[in-house]
């Protein structure tokens, strides 16, 4: 009898994150000391905007910022492309050994991690890393608990105050799709950067206004029906 192993699949995924151009030339630079072993030049195209570059330093002169981007990298038989998406970043890697393809993988993989967004990955994994059947259920729970639980908490309220928290309540639920949804991101300029520095700032503030926003409605709901219901 025979027994054959299955090599684990290496990923082709990596983690929503805020990349800026001193992680993007380091992400070319481990390319490059995977190639090392052939004398050519490593071929670089960057794609943004709608616009094709073959240099790291003509992407600031396109856009300040992307959230679709692509970088493709070549020498002799060695291809490898990084492509950020609404939904993430995805890569692929050919011409590598598999053993070559694990240490890209985990080094590639570690840059991300660094500048990984929490929140968004989060709402990923509910929204696409979970089993379909979990989101139907999770969906159609949504879909008829919702307006049968909303009606009734709607209905424990004067009408004003309901109409402001029911207001409040869904912007901020746009928002927190608008942002949570937006996926990996790349900066062109460096991290160090101060502009960069407070852009990225202003950026991780927001899931704490927002959740400050949730806070504060919940508290008022709570307080009046306290008051209200049981005095």
Same mark, same amino acid.
């Given at each position: ?18 990349? /800026? ?12 000391? %995977? ?20 240099? =790291? ?53 570690? =840059? ?13 994994? &509910? ?25 009734? &908490? ?33 900066? /062109? ?12 700032? %202003? ?16 508290? =008022? ?11």
């Amino acid at each position: 009898m025979t027994i054959t192993r299955h090599e684990k699949p290496i990923p082709d995924t990596l983690p929503i994150s805020r990349l /800026f151009l001193d992680d993007l030339n380091e992400i070319i630079d481990v390319v490059a000391e %995977a190639t090392k072993g052939s004398e050519e030049q490593l071929v670089l195209k960057c794609r943004v905007a709608g616009a094709t570059c073959d240099q =790291i330093e003509e992407l600031p002169k396109i856009a300040k910022s992307a959230r679709k981007f692509q970088i493709d990298l070549e020498k002799r038989h060695y291809h490898f492309m990084l492509k950020l998406t609404r939904f993430g970043a995805r890569y692929s890697a050919y011409g590598f050994t598999n053993d070559e393809k694990w240490r890209l993988f985990r080094k590639i993989e570690a =840059i991300f991690e660094a500048r990984r967004l929490p929140f968004r990955n989060l709402i990923k994994v &509910v929204l696409l890393d979970t089993p379909w059947w979990i989101s139907l259920l999770f969906g159609a729970t949504a879909y008829f608990g919702i307006p049968f639980l909303g009606g009734h &908490v709607y209905s424990l309220f004067p009408k004003v105050l309901a109409n402001a928290l029911l207001l409040t309540s869904i912007v901020a639920l746009v928002a927190m799709i608008w942002y949570f949804l937006r996926g990996s991101e790349i900066v /062109f300029r460096d991290s160090q950067d101060y502009e960069a520095q407070r852009e990225d700032r %202003a950026w991780k503030i927001i899931p704490a206004v927002l959740s400050g926003v949730i806070g504060f409605l919940a508290g =008022i709901a709570v307080t009046y029906l306290k008051h209200a219901y049981w005095p």
